[in-house]
């Protein structure tokens, strides 16, 4: 059985830093790519920043220049490094993944974490 489990999360002081960790585990072929998300109380979820199988970033205009996405693929493991974090950055963090289970086609399922609370208080 395949999961998603993150780490890293906490109370952090404005302008501080935090990295968050989201490990992949369980038996699957490859890690298509991996998102982190977020989601304040009463808003929607959205996407924070992505990286894929072969290294290529996005991230959200709220973010670019604060937070850097990284991965170590030997330890199915993806990072959010979060610096110069702001209030506004407070919500629980969602690693969510593409993965493929077996060489197979079809066997592509996505994953989501159970979340890590982020609070960044003025």
């Known amino acids: 059985q395949v999961q998603l489990v993150e780490s890293g999360g906490g109370l952090m002081q404005a302008g501080g830093s935090l990295r968050l960790s989201c490990v992949a585990s369980g038996r699957f072929f490859s890690i298509d790519f991996i998102d982190w998300y977020r989601q304040a109380p009463g808003k929607q979820r959205e996407l924070v920043a992505g990286i894929t199988s072969t290294d290529v970033t996005n991230y959200a205009d709220s973010v670019k220049g604060r937070f850097a996405i990284s991965r170590d693929a030997a330890k199915n493991t993806v990072y959010l490094q979060m610096n110069s974090l702001k209030p506004e950055d407070t919500a629980v963090y969602y690693c969510?993944?593409?993965?493929?289970?077996?060489?197979?086609?079809?066997?592509?399922?996505?994953?989501w974490g159970q979340g890590t609370q982020v609070t960044v208080s003025s």
């Open positions: 969510n993944a593409q993965i493929r289970h077996s060489i197979f086609e079809g066997s592509t399922f996505t994953h």
